[in-house]
């Protein structure tokens, strides 16, 4: 990729995502579960670009969605209703209610308390709405303790037991259909043993159901497969299909996969400029127009974003943090990597960085959000304007004291 020429064109700090890397990577979600029913729904998430999307929708995507905004984001980029499902800790009542109306295919319930809100919901609207309940099957996945969700201490999804009482009062209620169970059990997952034994778990309770008269259609694995941030071995897709098919046993219901970050993560970099460097006694910094507010997982996570310079070599490298403009201690993009000297306008870019990156930024410091541009059989395209100066006051400017 010819970064220079997208710099010029484009402007710095800079999503560029390749779609071809892209197109890949969702067909081998797809593939991996061939020949068996299975419905890919995309984590909107890590990355709700609506070209993005759209790119996505056209390979045959459903979307998983955390939010009614997601929900729209969705539809808008073209992907039928019933390949859209809404998940979430908290869902309000208007994005149950909006949800409901647009026909997706199923909520996945967080507690028997929003089980009784949808239920409310859908008699208001004499339907019965289509759901799922989401059960923590108490596994350790072995991930960051942020991205951890499957363990009790989590916030998401009922116990086993819970679930089960769920599923008889859903199957009384005029207003409720079981059509799905679903798990997830955190992010960034680099071992398989955790989700299969949670899935086990969750086929065991799925079969007693069954057993119980219930008509549950969809199994939802949820998503949390992992990348290689840092050459750390991923899970074969093959093995992963393979293992969840094995703990189904005989039975052959619809596989529903909310992967996100394995399918956007790799096919991302962020372009930064450098704006200068300096030394403060041993330590040295190269300071960056890219910052945290654009690229929050070194921060948030210490996660690792391989960097790349692509600038004139003039000398030795030796060991630098890599530091954007704004004014917190933790706003870094790489701590204690090899870079040659560096001068103002040298281009440098964090690898991996199409998950969770663009989708988490803000405005923080008063900085416009970034643009954002695809790459396809060698052709560039913005497919996210970067935002100007007037964006960030327009809503303060029109109420002004
Ligand atoms: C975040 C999330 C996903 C996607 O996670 P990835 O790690 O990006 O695959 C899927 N399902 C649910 C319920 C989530 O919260």
Redesign the pocket.
Known sequence: MDFTALSKIYGTPLYIYDFDVLRENFLAFKNAFAGRKALICY?L??NSNLSLLKFLASLGAGA?C?SIGEVRRALLAGIAPYKIIF??VGKRDEEILEALQKGILFI?LESSQEMHRVEKIAQSLQIKARVSV?VNPNIDAKTHPY?S?GLHENK?GVEIEEAKAMYLYIKSSPHLEAVGI?F?I????CELDPILQASQKIAKLYSSLLALGLEIKFFDV?????ISYEGQSTIPLYDYAQGILASLGGYEPTIIC??????V?ECGVFLVRVIGEKSNGQKRFVIVDGAMNDLMRPSLYQAIHQATFWGEKRGEESVCDIVGPICESGDYLAKNVLLPPCAQGDLITFANAG??GFSMSSQYNSRPRVAEVAISAGEHKLIREREEFEELIEKELKCLL
């Open positions: 984590a998430k890590a998983d955390v998940s979430g996945n989401r991205i969700t998401f679903h997830h955190g992010s960034q997952l949820g998503g949390g497969l992992g909310e992967a996100g970050r394995r399918i993560g998950a969770y």
